[in-house]
């Protein structure tokens, strides 16, 4: 019985050859996108799971319930995490981390790495696998390092690293002997914490002068709790800690007029799930994915499966129309409901799994290109692993069901003796068919409207004044093997000259992203007039403003003319004087702290994006300091040779540091990582919504096909009775147009939606305009049109005299 289903299965899908080839085409596109969108979705959803005990370890964030807003700090003060350790027998292990960079020396030879400096309880808290050393001991010495891999193997080579002795500090200043007592393995793709080496957070420059300092916020913090406490009640368990050590920062939130939250909490000390950081964009300085990102590339994925879906149960409803005499006649031989159900079905899943062989060899073949554009990490070995396997699987059998399940129910329905008759008993197969057309064209809409509106945003964001120049200018990243200052001033000296260079300038703090991938905030808070400050604290060198384009409002640059310009002089921006409740700043003096130095204003400037373009430009407070080191040196070119001006400076950056490698690249390439997101998002749209229209388009045909078979004998009897080519035309498709125009009436209000919460995100968002949806309406008919049309003109031009023969 089961050789003979397989014969029949494969007569009939011979026989239907170009159905079946479009069902499998279909399904094909739609597991191989859908398999790399869940994958992708997978593998965000996946960061710092493998933790063990992962369930214990939270990061500690600051809770402000400021009048204005309520906010999210995740910097916390150096003596919190031993002040926790020593007052909650609840933490079983604490450790800070906090970035940084370090030369690394061995043998004479030169290596610039990313040290964080962390707690000895680090490798208690995290799980990461560990190759050579004791977890529990490792870094108990303030002189002990554990390295990666990689690191061990581009330091040591072939060499044992564990028990040799390595420096770490900058070329020509102070240096430190560390001991390597451990060897970590490849971070996962999927860990939020990666770094070359760790070593103890004591030996962090200003740590003595911070670690009883509860107002200097500077790294991250992260407690594993004993098993079974629960979050919540050692959250409320902290009360009395916030109150202990934060009382000014509760005394200065009630005077400005400060409320408790629905918990009571003016400031609180509170706990963020390891399996939810990645997603928490607010304590974690503005890193992490957005979950928004990961529900459109869930919500697309079904989308195409679904249309995918929808195409083979229209088709297969509509192929169920000549197959109803052969259910008759195996109904009257005896066969049962479920037996012709497993019949049906199983021909289905054969047609299925031809479509989903023919994903995965797509799939193959364009992972490269996927990742390339999507930025992704996806593998062959990531994807076949037995939980993606079980996933991919899933997809298959869920697909199986769902658009053979029904068709097969259906046909199995069947009454035997109506059928023999040439009476089928499907009841209004139109509506049906109707329907999952509507919804096709739905998705279709949806998806083009989303597509239409994010770009939009993304050229929004991009023609948004940053508050500085970006073009014309190249940014170099210092790096850990000379000082930023004295290269800064030999370039200025061996530049000055150049007619294609403007100006040169230097900072603490990269604009964008570099290809060093490095960033690094520095952010104080103090009180001017009972007023509570917060506001960037950014080092630069001169000319830093002529450099970037940036325009004086009032007051003056800093000049080197000005000795006194290096001494407790700064220069703000319009939100900070706002902030500061000056209109008139220039001139003014305020303390960062009561035994600090008196701070006084010499020039404002507008505001302008420092770390995003998404939010409102922050209060930026920018001071020079001979003694602090520079770590991006910006370089302002003329427009009519950049390429030959980025050639000149490789060239002098030889000579200056040839010690260290030149990665030097044009401000502009740096902040289009701000709209990394975004594109990848507007890319997804666009290839989902290319991806839904054409298999709409593909099911659309083969149900116009099929109808227009089936009216094969009215359209000759219309011709006949002098039907024009046009009139026919319209009549055919007149009907499939108004279903593309209630699919359009159905997707706007819920593309308006959508796309209004995703604008909320953002400070700076466009207005979703009524044109959008009327263009996308018209493009949707167009579309329908030109897919129905050829089948429509053709059958219109047929002989009535062919069609009629058999009358």
Request: proline content about 3%; aromatic content about 10%.
């Amino acid at each position: 019985m089961i050789r003979n289903y397989l014969k029949i299965a494969f007569r009939n899908i011979w026989k239907s050859k170009g159905y079946a080839f479009i069902n499998i085409i279909g399904l094909s596109v739609a597991f191989c996108i859908s398999v790399f969108l869940f994958m992708t979705a997978y593998f965000q959803m996946s960061f710092d799971n493998f933790h063990q005990d992962g369930d214990r370890i939270f990061q500690t964030y600051l809770f402000s319930n400021d009048p204005d807003k309520a906010g999210r700090s995740g910097s916390m003060p150096m003596p919190l995490t031993p002040a926790l350790k020593a007052e909650y027998p609840e933490v079983e292990a604490a450790t800070r981390l906090m970035n940084g960079s370090s030369l690394v020396e061995y043998k004479g030879k030169y290596f610039d790495k990313q040290v964080m400096l962390v707690d000895a309880d680090f490798l208690r808290v995290f799980s990461f696998s560990m190759l050579e050393g004791n977890r529990q001991s490792a870094l108990n010495g303030l002189s002990d390092i554990v390295i990666s891999l990689p690191m061990a193997k581009a330091v040591f080579g072939s060499e044992d690293p564990v028990g040799k002795q390595i420096q770490l500090g900058a070329d020509g200043g102070s240096k430190k002997t560390y001991l390597v007592t451990g060897v970590l393995n490849d971070f996962p793709d999927n860990s939020s914490i990666k770094s070359d080496a760790f070593i103890r957070v004591e030996n962090h420059g200003g740590y003595h002068r911070e670690k009883d300092q509860w107002d200097a916020m500077s790294h991250k913090a992260f407690v594993k709790l004993k098993p079974n406490v629960n979050q919540l009640t050692f959250e409320n368990r902290l009360k009395s800690f916030s109150a202990k050590y934060f009382s000014d920062n509760i005394t200065k939130l009630k005077k400005n007029g400060a409320k408790p939250d629905e918990r009571g909490d003016l400031f609180a000390v509170r706990l963020q799930k390891l399996a939810n950081l990645h997603f928490d964009r607010e304590i974690s300085g503005g890193n992490g994915s957005s979950m928004a990102v990961v529900y459109s590339i869930l919500g697309i994925a079904f989308f195409i499966l679904l249309i995918a879906c929808i195409n083979f149960i229209n088709l297969t409803v509509a192929r169920s129309f000549t197959r109803a005499r052969e259910v008759g006649v195996r109904k009257s031989l005896g066969a049962l409901k479920n037996q012709l159900f497993v019949q049906i079905w199983g021909e289905a899943a054969m047609i299925c799994f031809g479509g989903f062989v023919v994903g995965l060899l797509l799939a193959y073949v364009l992972l490269p290109q996927f990742n390339a554009t999507f930025q992704g990490k996806l593998t062959l070995d990531y994807i076949f692993q037995p939980d993606r396997v079980g996933i991919i699987l899933g997809l298959f059998l869920l697909v199986t069901l769902i658009a053979g399940g029904y068709p097969a129910w259906q046909m199995s329905k069947f009454n035997a003796v109506e059928v023999l008759k040439g009476k089928i008993t499907l009841s209004r197969p139109g509506i049906l068919r109707n329907s999952l057309i509507v919804t096709q064209f739905t998705l279709s809409s949806l998806l083009i409207c989303c597509t239409v509106i994010a770009i939009q945003q993304i050229k929004h964001l991009r023609t948004q004044p940053l508050g500085f120049t970006k073009e014309e200018v190249i940014s170099i990243p210092v790096g850990n093997k000379v000082n930023g200052q004295q290269v800064l001033q030999r370039m200025r000296n061996l530049l000055h000259d150049d007619p294609n260079i403007i100006s040169l300038s230097g900072s603490a703090v990269n604009l964008g992203m570099g290809k060093d991938r490095s960033s690094s905030r520095s952010v104080i808070g103090f009180v001017y007039k009972d007023r509570e400050i917060s506001t960037d604290w950014l080092h630069i060198d001169y000319d830093y403003l002529k450099t970037l384009g940036i325009k004086l409002l009032d007051g003056r640059e800093f000049d080197s003319a000005y000795p006194t310009d290096s001494l407790n002089r700064v220069v703000i921006t319009e939100s900070m004087a706002k902030m500061i409740g000056e209109k008139e700043p220039v001139g003014k003096f305020f303390e960062t702290d009561t035994a600090g130095a008196k701070y006084q204003i010499i020039g404002l400037v507008p505001d302008f994006n420092l770390y995003s373009s998404k939010t409102d430009k922050k209060p930026v407070t920018m001071f020079i300091a001979p003694s602090s080191p520079i770590s991006y040196i910006f370089v302002r070119v003329t427009p009519q040779r950049l390429a030959g001006a980025m050639d000149k400076i490789t060239n002098v950056w030889k000579e200056v540091a040839p010690q260290a490698e030149f990665t030097g690249t044009f401000l502009d390439e740096n902040t289009d990582g701000w709209y990394r997101d975004e594109e990848k998002l507007s890319q997804m749209f666009s290839l989902a919504s290319g991806i839904a229209v054409l298999l709409s388009c593909l099911g659309l045909f083969a149900v116009a096909l099929m109808v227009i078979e089936q009216r094969t004998k009215e359209i000759g009897v219309r011709k006949v009775l002098g039907a024009s080519v046009g009139g026919i035309v319209f009549t055919l498709s007149q009907d499939f147009v108004k279903m593309v125009i209630l699919s359009i009436i159905i997707a706007t209000p819920l593309a308006w939606f959508a796309m209004q919460k995703w604008l909320d995100n953002y400070s700076y968002r466009i207005e979703i305009s009524v044109w959008v949806f009327i263009l996308v309406g018209l493009s949707a008919i167009l579309i329908a049109l030109a897919t129905v049309s050829f089948q429509s003109i053709k059958a219109a031009l047929m002989n009535p005299v062919k069609s009629l023969r058999s009358e």
